[in-house]
Structure formats: C-alpha cells, structure tokens
C-alpha cells in the first residue's frame, strides 16, 4: 500500500510540474521577462496576480511556470549526463577489471571526497554563467554514485552463464555489455536516476541563487529565491512561491524514486520490512 501511495503521489507532483511547465504558454498571464511594471511593484496575491508581484512588478504566477521548464532542462539533462558517465566507466571498470577497474575506482574516490557542489560552483566559476554552463557542472558532478553501482552490478553478474554463453557464441566485450550486462541493472540505474533529478534541482536552484545559475531576467525558481532576499519580511510572496515550487518538484522525485525502488529492487522492500 506505501508503494503505491509514494508512486502515486510522487507521479501526481512531477507530472504537475512537468505539465506547468510544457503549458507555461498556455497557463501564464503574462510574459515573465519582458512585462514588467512598477506600478504592480510587490502586489499581494489576489486579482489579476494569483500569486502577486515582484519587486519590478513582475508577475510571480507566470515566473514560476516558465521556471518550472528550466529546473525540469537541468534536471533531466544533467541527470542524463550523469548517468550516461557513470554508466559507461563503472560498466567497463567492473567487467574488464586491471588497471582500468583501479583508475576508474580511484577516480571515484576522488570525485566522492570532493563536495558535488562546491566542484559544480568551481565549473561555474570559470565558465560563463548560462544554462549550458550549469548543464555542463552539474552533469560532470554527480556520476560517482551511478558508477560504483553500475561496477557492482558487473561484477556481479559477469560470472553468470549467459555471459558465458555469450562469450562462447563469440560476442565482444562491448556487444557482451550492452546486450547482457546493462539490460540487467537498468532497474538500480533508473532509480538513482530518479532520485538524482531532485539533487539537480536543488543544485540548480542553489547555483543560481548564488548568482552561478541562470542569468537574469530569464525565471529560474533559485535566481526568483535570490531576488526576494530583500523583500523576505515586506512581501514573503515572491520568496514563498518559487520556494514551494522547488519543494514540490524535489518531494515528487524522491517519493517516485522510492516506490520504484520498491517495485523494481523487491530486496529493498524486504530489508527494510
């Protein structure tokens, strides 16, 4: 019963957000850049602004929607990236072994002694502050996890007889690892994935209110977070919004990334029952 409330849930919340932001067009009231008047300047929710004004009269509402397409981009793209790394070293470390396997581990080790954010905001530093540069940091950051589970998962399963199988039917390494190995951990892999999405968010959100993430004026839920710092007690509005955005999206990914893994690693489930 838990495993279905946390997926549905989970699902509900990322599915609203992932639909705010495709109908962002549809949805807004106004242009979140472009429509600013300082006539509107720190309205309180209610009227023509659902969600109020900020400081340069800019409705809140259609900040938050457009921003809900940038948090989704780093997201799911950095997370790719992630994966996609982690994925391939830890995939080859753990099947090939040697040297390679103890390069890869050491080069983990390090990546996991050093804190995800303060290397991103060390990739932000010197690149341009932009979205490509925030995809770039976040997704060179976070693969160390992905990798050790994926060296896990071959280790593991490499001794299994279709692998054997495999190799006597005269299938390459590669061909071995894409077709026997990978379709075998893809479940783990898709989990941690999820769950990392939620950690992109929130590194996204807090490049960006340091001033590392999305240049202004374009909505981004951190740089809205960073904007409202001088208004926190005169119109908690504009900070309370962008805010709850950011815990609803995070919320929705860890409650899908824990039902999947209940449904997808049944051992999970009976550990912790």
């Known amino acids: 019963m838990k ?15 992932i639909l705010a932001g495709i109908l962002a067009p549809l949805l807004a009231h106004t242009d979140p850049v472009m429509d600013a008047n300082l ?89 341009t502050p932009g979205l490509t540069s925030l995809l770039i940091a976040l997704g060179l950051t976070n693969w ?17 007889g279709y692998v054997q199988a495999a190799k006597v039917l005269g299938y390459g390494d590669i061909r071995i690892m894409l077709t026997q190995l990978l379709p075998n951990m893809l479940g783990p892999i898709i989990v941690i994935g999820t769950l990392g999405m939620g950690g992109a968010v929130l590194a996204e959100a807090s490049l960006s209110f340091l001033g590392l993430g999305i240049r202004p004026p374009f909505p981004s839920w951190g ?39 209940d449904i997808l690693d049944p051992q999970s489930r009976t550990r912790r029952a």
Not at 3 to 17: C, D, E, H, K, Q
Not at 92 to 97: I, L, P
Not at 103 to 120: D, E, H, R
Not at 144 to 157: D, E, G, I, N, Y
């Open 223 to 261: 740089s809205m977070l960073s904007d409202a710092r001088d208004q926190i007690t005169t119109a908690p509005w504009i900070s309370v919004f962008p805010g709850l955005a950011i815990f609803m999206t995070v919320l929705g990914l860890n409650l899908l990334g824990d039902g999947l893994r």
């Open 144 to 160: 160390s996890f992905t990798c050790r589970l994926a060296r896990a998962s071959a280790l593991s399963l490499k001794s299994q």
């Open 3 to 17: 495993i279905r409330a946390n997926l549905l849930i989970g699902g509900v919340l990322f599915a609203t957000v």
């Open 39 to 127: 006539m509107f300047a720190e309205e309180p929710p209610g009227g023509e602004f659902w969600f109020g004004t900020d400081a340069q009269g800019r409705d809140i509402y259609s900040r938050v929607l457009y921003g809900a397409r940038i948090s989704l981009t780093v997201g799911i793209v950095s997370q790719l990236i992630n994966t996609v790394i982690g994925v391939c070293l830890g995939l080859s470390a753990g099947y090939w072994g040697g040297w390679w396997d103890d390069f890869v581990n050491g080069l983990t080790n390090l990546m996991l002694a050093i804190p995800s954010l303060i290397f991103a905001l060390a990739i932000m530093a010197i690149l």
